[in-house]
């Protein structure tokens, strides 16, 4: 038993050590792309205010502002995903229009959809309100689209869904690509789905994302799957109950 214990021990001052050292990581990326947005938006209020400059290169700062607050978003998760393992960071719930969350995820992403040529079918009631996480759910949105948009093939079809019924709120988010097969349907969403994947020599490589997608559904005492629905082949379904 003294043996049991001391080895429990270990384990949880290693998670720690792993904790700090996550957090020191964050600390340290956060700290420039932090600096490198507020220089961008300064360059955009001076290029707003001169109207000679074209509206196509204020766009491109736009859309770096933006792909560096996604950055800031990723660094963010490498810290969320230990705290949600230990049950350290809790959903703070309250009350979002669902919209809102979905046009700034789909906006995080849109350099993505112009490159690949994809087109994108949005079905949802704009006045819907949901109690969530607003920063939480937000990134889970984002990772979801950006893995829509990274697996459908180019000139493809993502299409995004929110329904509720007796049981909650569906969040439905999917794409023309093919089907994640069925044995990988569950260990898509393992922390270390990266690494077999690879060992396995298979297509997909989808890192933290989707561990954090499970995770931040879990917090909301909601769950995550995959599935195949009529002409989208790879459809994750995010439920939160109500």
Do not use: W
């Amino acid at each position: 038993m003294a043996e049991i214990a001391e080895s429990s021990d270990s384990a949880r001052e290693l998670r720690e050590k792993k904790r700090v050292l996550a957090a020191l990581v964050v600390h340290d990326l956060r700290s420039p792309l932090s600096g490198i947005q507020g220089y961008l938006q300064l360059l955009r209020e001076e290029l707003t205010e001169d109207p000679a400059h074209s509206p196509t290169a204020i766009g491109f700062l736009d859309d770096a502002v933006t792909l560096v607050g996604k950055a800031l978003s990723l660094v963010a998760t490498i810290l969320d995903v230990d705290e949600l393992e230990d049950g350290i960071l809790r959903a703070q719930l309250a009350p979002v229009r669902i919209i809102e969350l979905i046009d700034r995820a789909r906006a995080g992403n849109k350099a993505q959809f112009e490159v690949r040529g994809l087109s994108i079918d949005v079905d949802v009631d704009p006045d819907m309100v949901v109690r969530l996480d607003r920063d939480l759910f937000g990134r889970v949105l984002e990772n979801l689209i950006d893995n829509s948009a990274r697996y459908s093939p180019r000139n493809g079809r993502c299409a995004i869904a929110v329904r509720r019924d007796e049981c909650g709120v569906e969040i439905s988010i999917g794409n023309s690509g093919p089907p994640v097969p069925e044995t990988e349907r569950e260990r898509i969403f393992g922390r270390y789905f990266q690494v077999e994947a690879r060992r396995a020599a298979a297509r997909a490589n989808r890192g933290l994302g989707l561990y954090f997608c499970k995770l931040a559904a879990e917090a909301h005492g909601g769950t995550i799957h995959v599935e195949q629905r009529g002409d989208l082949g790879a459809v994750f379904v995010v439920r939160i109950p109500e």
